[in-house]
């Protein structure tokens, strides 16, 4: 971010021939002067201090303003302010959450009290924890007659139900450090993907900026929320997966300079699976260097018929046309 602003204060200041009277030229000069980044959105900062979960709460992170980006590279249309506003403060009162600490029956009350959405289960509960309690009460409650005022429906209980999940999810990782169970992999990143917070966030923003909301929508995030992280999680997999066998061939291309004849089997196979064009580099590099090799080495001197027609095919194709 500060490379971002460096950047662009530089550009800035060499534009002689930008208005200085245009409300443009006000608007970036003010934003060079002031980067967003630096200032939390007005309406979420008044927010946030009517919580005064600060003040209460001195132990926990203050992320307002990373709220805000994380909202902003959510939903950046002008037209889904709200949104943006919905998951800066949903953002906000889930780090806060996540930093609260407890024993074992304390956290197991916690997640009970949201789970009855009972105001009186509070009395149970110790003083830091009642106010994170009536955080998520109050941001839930208001959300909820938020949309009903606007939209004519009534999204409390998929509010609430989101939020059971995500502290149940917290609570089996809880269980785990007090049992002290290590779980296997794929247990933990089954119960990961929904700790790391992204169904809740999903169904919040949909709510947040889908007008109308459509049940069936609203149904399938309710129903499968997990999913939304799983299968981009998936994605991410596979994308990795596959930088990593790139990484592997071209390593068995270049380290099979002593053995041509591999190499061309290789770039002939690769050609034949339709993913040369992943490593048109190495194979431009390493034909020409095939082809001096194959002048003076043996492999040159047998005259095998196939060794060169697969050699000139391949010195045609990926070489001589270019």
């Given at each position: 971010m500060e490379e971002a602003w460096q950047f662009t204060t530089k550009h800035r200041k060499n534009l002689e021939n930008l208005d200085s009277e245009s409300?443009?030229?006000?608007?970036?000069?003010?934003?060079?002067?002031?980067?967003?980044?630096?200032?939390?959105?007005?309406?979420?900062a008044r927010w946030w201090?009517?919580?005064?979960?600060?003040?209460?709460?001195?132990?926990?992170?203050?992320?307002?303003?990373?709220?805000?980006?994380?909202?902003m590279g959510v939903v950046f249309e002008?037209?889904?302010?709200?949104?943006?506003?919905?998951?800066?403060?949903?953002?906000?009162?889930?780090?806060?959450?996540?930093?609260?600490?407890?024993?074992?029956?304390?956290?197991?009350?916690?997640?009970?009290?949201?789970?009855?959405?009972?105001?009186?289960?509070?009395?149970?509960?110790?003083?830091?924890?009642?106010?994170?309690?009536?955080?998520?009460?109050?941001?839930?409650?208001?959300?909820?007659?938020?949309?009903?005022?606007?939209?004519?429906?009534?999204?409390?209980m998929n509010l609430k139900n989101s939020w059971v999940r995500l502290l149940q999810a917290y609570m089996v990782e809880v269980k785990w450090f007090h049992s002290g169970q290590k779980p296997t992999l794929e247990e933990y990143m089954k119960n990961a993907r929904t700790t790391i917070a992204g169904p809740i966030v999903a169904v919040h923003s949909y709510l947040a900026a889908a007008n109308p909301v459509i049940e069936k929508e609203l149904e399938c995030l309710e129903t499968n929320p997990a999913d939304v992280i799983y299968w981009s999680f998936k994605e991410e997999t596979y994308t990795r997966h596959a930088e990593n066998l790139k990484e592997k061939m071209r390593d068995i291309m270049i380290n099979n300079a002593s053995k041509p004849l591999d190499q061309l089997e290789l770039i002939d196979t690769l050609q034949r699976l339709g993913l040369a064009y992943?490593?048109?580099?190495?194979?431009?590099?390493?034909?020409?260097?095939v082809?001096?090799?194959?002048?003076?080495?043996d492999m040159g001197k047998k005259g095998n018929l196939h060794d060169t027609s697969l050699e000139i095919r391949l010195l045609r194709q990926h070489v001589l046309r270019s």
């Open positions: 409300n443009l030229a006000m608007e970036v000069k003010h934003a060079i002067e002031l980067p967003l980044h630096w200032r939390d959105s007005r309406l979420e201090e009517s919580y005064d979960l600060e003040k209460k709460l001195s132990f926990a992170r203050r992320r307002l303003v990373a709220s805000f980006l994380w909202g002008p037209r889904f302010k709200y949104c943006r506003g919905i998951v800066t403060k949903l953002i906000a009162v889930i780090t806060v959450i996540d930093d609260v600490y407890g024993t074992l029956p304390e956290l197991e009350l916690f997640t009970d009290a949201v789970d009855r959405w009972d105001i009186k289960t509070m009395n149970q509960l110790p003083d830091y924890m009642k106010i994170c309690l009536l955080a998520i009460f109050n941001f839930v409650n208001e959300m909820t007659y938020e949309i009903l005022k606007e939209k004519d429906f009534d999204v409390g992943h490593f048109n580099t190495e194979i431009k590099n390493t034909l020409p260097n082809y001096n090799d194959s002048t003076t080495d």
